[in-house]
Structure formats: C-alpha cells, structure tokens
C-alpha cells in the first residue's frame, strides 16, 4: 500500500512504539525514522553529535533541540522519505513539534496523524527493566514476554543482543519523569490539530497493531 502518509507515533518509553512504528512502516510502505536510532548511530561512529548525544542520553535526558531539529529534518530530506514517514521518537518537545510543522508547511505538507499508545506507568517500568536489543538490526526483545529462541542470538540476523544503558531502573525512572514534563505536551497540540488517535497499548502485539491500523484510517 504506497499511500502519502506521515505520522508522528507518540507514547512514553516501553509503550511499544518502536514495535509498532517499524510493523506500520512496512505496511504503508514508508521510512521508519527513530531519533533514538539516529543518535546511537552517531555513537557507534562516534561523531561529535554522537559525543554530544551521550552525555544527555546516559542521565535520561532530551538531547538539546536545536541540533535535534537539523538531524531529523536532515534525514527527511533523503529521497525515501518523499512519500512518508513514521516518526518515532521525534518531536519530543514543543520546539520540535513546531519546528517540524514550519518545515513541512514551507512545502505545503503536513503531519497526517498522530497515534497516542497508551501503557500503564508500571507495565512501563517492567517492560524496559527486561528488555533486550539486537546489537546489529535493533529488533528488541523481552525477557519474558518476547525472548529469542536462543539467549543472547538475535532471531533474524544472529547478531548480539544487547541491553541499552539507559534502561537501567534510574535513569527509567527519569526518562519517564521527562516524558511527562516535556513530552507529555504534544498530546494537546496534536489533539488540537484534530490529529491524535489514541490506542490501548496493553494488549498482543498484533491487536495493537490491528488497532493502530484502524486509527490510522479514522
Ligand atoms: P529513544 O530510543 O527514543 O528512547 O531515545 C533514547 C534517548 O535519545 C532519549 O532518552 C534522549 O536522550 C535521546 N532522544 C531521542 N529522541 C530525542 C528527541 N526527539 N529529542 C531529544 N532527545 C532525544
């Protein structure tokens, strides 16, 4: 299905986004474009901005906008991006969110929606605490409601899997805190744009992704 769709996926972390971006990605055949992604990638080749990233990254802390701002709108220049994109990750703040709406508005573009995925605070903290990344594909994994059929071995490609530095329960707790304090925001900004859709994120994978489809289509 090549339909001309942008979304802005939004949901704290452990709410599934990335699960689910990568999963609507292929469906509407389009880019699956995740800040976080963008900035560990920036660390694994060490580049200043993936030196600069780190710092914030480690204490669960927004990277600040401004050189978040040129990265992402930077990659949606790429041609793969002409005809959509799932955003996940990004905008986190309301800088962001305006800054990407000005872009897209001086190509008289515009976000098309918004999904909200809901998860209780606690579900959150229990499935960050257990979770498990491909070191080479990024497919994550859950100790115990998605493990791989052989421990530490991606499924896919066989890579290594990983646990990130910023899942351990402290700076959980503080990515959570800075979710609610500025991210949380977005919520309202979208709604006014009449552009959220809000879904249960505490069920299967695939009726989430069942639902997230149907919102998409509302
Ligand atoms: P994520 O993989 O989306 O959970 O992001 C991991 C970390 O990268 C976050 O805790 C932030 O430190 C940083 N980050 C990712 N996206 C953004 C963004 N849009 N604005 C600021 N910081 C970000």
Redesign the pocket.
């Known amino acids: 299905m090549t339909v001309p769709v942008r979304v802005v996926f939004l949901g704290p972390?452990g709410a599934g986004?990335?699960t689910q971006a990568k999963q609507l990605a292929e469906h509407f055949e389009v880019p699956h474009v995740?800040?976080?992604?963008?900035?560990?990638k920036h660390q694994v080749e060490n580049t200043e901005l993936g030196q600069l990233?780190k710092r914030?990254?480690e204490?669960?802390?927004?990277?600040?906008?401004g050189v978040?701002i040129s990265m992402?709108l930077e990659r949606l220049q790429e041609p793969d991006a002409a005809n959509g994109y799932i955003l996940?990750?990004?905008?986190?703040?309301l800088e962001?969110a305006r800054a990407l709406d000005k872009a897209l508005a001086e190509h008289q573009r515009s976000i098309d929606r918004t999904p909200l995925l809901q998860v209780d605070t606690e579900e959150l903290v229990r499935r960050l605490a257990g979770r498990w990344l491909c070191s080479k594909c990024q497919r994550p994994y859950h100790e115990v409601t998605a493990p791989p059929k052989e421990k530490g071995i991606c499924d896919v490609c066989g890579g290594e899997l990983m646990q990130?530095a910023?899942d351990q329960p402290d700076v959980v707790r503080k990515?959570l805190q800075?979710y609610e304090e500025q991210t949380a925001p977005l919520v309202g900004y979208y709604k006014e744009q009449g552009k959220l859709r809000t879904v249960n994120g505490d069920q299967a994978i695939e009726d989430v992704g069942r639902d997230l489809i149907s919102a998409m289509m509302e």
């Open positions: 972390p986004k990335g995740a800040s976080g992604d963008l900035f560990r990233a914030y990254m204490r669960g802390e927004l990277v600040p906008d978040t992402v996940d990750g990004f905008p986190r703040t962001q990130r910023d990515r800075t």
